[in-house]
């Protein structure tokens, strides 16, 4: 069965930092790009980072230098690296292969207050 398993979130302060943890089980990540999404009350599901197969990276603007995406394909897991965090970017956080999608995972709560 194909899933993902999010993990890492939790509440923090202005300025902290956490590391979210994606595991893939049913499938290898190895030959696919995987994605981190976010998703905060009232709002659409946005794109917040992504790494390709071979180790290339890409950023949403709001998190650029702030947020790093990494890969460990022999654990089949993907990591997302998150300092000087800021209250918007509370969310419930997803990863995701980039193509083709597959089922959503329950996802991490991210909650960034004081």
């Known amino acids: 069965q194909v899933q993902f398993v999010e993990s890492g979130g939790g509440l923090v302060q202005p300025g902290g930092s956490l590391r979210l943890s994606c595991l893939a089980s049913g499938f290898r990540i190895s030959n696919y790009a995987v994605n981190w999404y976010r998703q905060a009350p009232g709002k659409e599901r946005e794109l917040v980072a992504g790494?390709?197969?071979?180790?290339?990276?890409n950023y949403a603007d709001a998190v650029k230098g702030r947020f790093t995406i990494s890969r460990d394909n022999a654990k089949n897991m993907v990591y997302l690296q998150m300092n000087s965090l800021k209250p918007e970017d509370t969310a419930v956080y997803y990863c995701n292969t980039r193509f083709p999608p597959r089922p959503w995972g329950q996802g991490t709560q991210v909650t960034v207050s004081s």
């Open positions: 790494i390709t197969s071979v180790g290339g990276t």
